[in-house]
């Protein structure tokens, strides 16, 4: 099936490659460099991916729009460019796409570091609440959507809440959501730091109070 994988990078040069090495075979691959001050670009045109370089970081939010406009396909998976996630579980998500808008990649909370699995746990909770669906891992970077109903969604915040805010467009517009179990490694770290988490979480908290007194 075809399909396009989108890969937001800043400063990934050491592991672009290993990520990309790793793609399956047969989708168009879309490396956006945020703004990198390494050789993140030039680690992912080696490995022939297409690569959209931006002239400055612009954050995740923006970076995964923009590799969506260069994309091709109906059919996108974000995965983020840090190797946390594992591109063998992209067939997956892709089927999933047949019968639903988004799909989410939910990964294994045992597997999580205890500090993220709180956050994520508060973030799904208020994203549930917020909308009236079920997020069980409203946080998690990986996942897929198809480009028609996704173009209608309105984004205006930036960075890392680009996850959340999705969550709540979807539900507004009515785009149908599912999740498939993916697997996720914390061996390297991860971008999102705690401000940028608690900062996330009060804008959860405010939809929440939005929702109560609707």
Known sequence: M???????????????????SRMPRGYEVVVVDDGSADNTAEEAQRCRAKVVRLPKNMGKANACLEGMRHSTHEYCVFIDGDGQHRPEDIPRIISALQSADIVIGSRNMKTVPLHRRLANWYASKAASFATGRHFPDVLSGFRGVRKSPFSNLTFKKSGYFFESEMAIEAAKHGLSVSSVPVNVTYEYGARMGVVKGLEIAAWLFAKCVEKLFA
């Not at 075809?2 to 050491?14: H, L, M, Q, T, W």
């Open 2 to 20: 075809k399909a396009s994988v989108i890969v937001p990078a800043y400063n990934e040069g050491k592991r672009i490659a290993a990520l990309l």
